[in-house]
């Protein structure tokens, strides 16, 4: 069984997506993203963590109106909760079954520390 992956070549224009649409809601993620995150392991992989992280800065930065510079720790702690969000979202795609999270903006992380 091979596992599905985002090709190598196609990283950086996911990134480039995170950077220009942080205000995506979750039904918009691209549903390889979602399944990638799914099959990813124990953890999310170099490159879901550098797209999680690009999302939530850069909607952090846009909500807040200014740049701020994140500590790794807390970059870290939101790419952990926005991968499990990811695979939360592709369990409920795969099974056809609503989640109350479609309508919200994917890369924020308010409400998932609860």
């Not at 091979?2 to 220009?20: G, H, N, R, V």
């Amino acid at each position: 069984m091979t596992f599905p992956y985002i090709a190598p070549e196609s990283e950086q224009s996911y990134i480039q997506l995170a950077l220009e649409r942080p205000d995506m809601r979750c039904s918009e993620v691209p549903p390889e993203i979602l399944q990638a995150a799914s099959f990813a392991g124990d953890e999310p992989t170099e490159f879901l963590h550098n797209f999680f992280a690009a999302g939530y800065t850069q909607l952090v930065w846009q909500t807040q109106g200014i740049r701020i510079d994140f500590d790794r720790e807390r970059i870290a702690r939101a790419s952990i909760l926005l991968w499990i969000r990811a695979c939360d979202l592709y369990t409920s795609l795969v099974y056809d079954r609503p989640d109350s999270d479609w309508e919200k903006m994917f890369f924020s992380d308010e409400g998932l520390y609860d």
